[in-house]
């Protein structure tokens, strides 16, 4: 069920962030809410050698998981330069893994063709996702404690 309140809060929280964290040129930012009503920001680390970034949600993912808080939410939202608009970047497959941790019920902003600010169930992105092939009760073994 979509919440247009926290959907609208997050929005607000990354694109503050980018404006502040990127002041020019190149900006992305992610907010994550949880179900304790947290709300955990992050952006991508810089590094000199590509095959050790990180995508701009780990960081906030990390923090809920770090606090066990379950994820309901997750936005990426990056823009091109100061001039530009701000646009949502869908989870890439590997956030898609690590969000799966708290269900597949994750609410995650989606790219969509008209700059709408969107937000769908992690398992509308992938409906033939791999943990089909196990029942409820095997998978619930990973997170019983969150």
């Known amino acids: 069920m979509r919440n247009r309140e926290i959907e609208k809060q997050m929005y607000e929280i990354a694109t503050e962030l980018i404006q502040k964290r990127y002041p020019t040129g190149w900006g992305g930012a992610a907010v994550i809410h949880t179900a304790k ?6 952006v991508a680390i810089e590094t000199c050698n590509s095959s050790a970034a990180l995508c701009i949600e780990v ?4 923090e ?4 066990n808080e379950k994820v309901t939410h997750c936005l990426c939202v ?9 646009k949502v970047l869908s989870p890439c497959g590997i956030c898609q893994e690590r969000l ?5 019920d994750v609410q995650v902003g989606v790219t969509t063709d008209n700059g709408e600010v969107l937000f769908v169930e ?5 409906p033939y ?9 095997e998978l619930e073994t990973y997170t019983e404690d969150v």
Do not use: I
Request: charged share 30%; proline share 2%.
């Open 59 to 62: 960081g906030a993912m990390c």
């Open 100 to 104: 799966r941790y708290w269900g597949e």
């Open 78 to 86: 990056v823009r091109d330069d100061e001039n530009s608009p701000f």
């Open 37 to 42: 009503d947290s709300y955990f920001s992050s």
């Open 129 to 137: 996702h791999w943990t089909r092939a196990y029942n409820a009760e």
């Open 64 to 67: 809920a998981h770090k606090y």
């Open 122 to 126: 992690l398992k509308e992105l992938q």
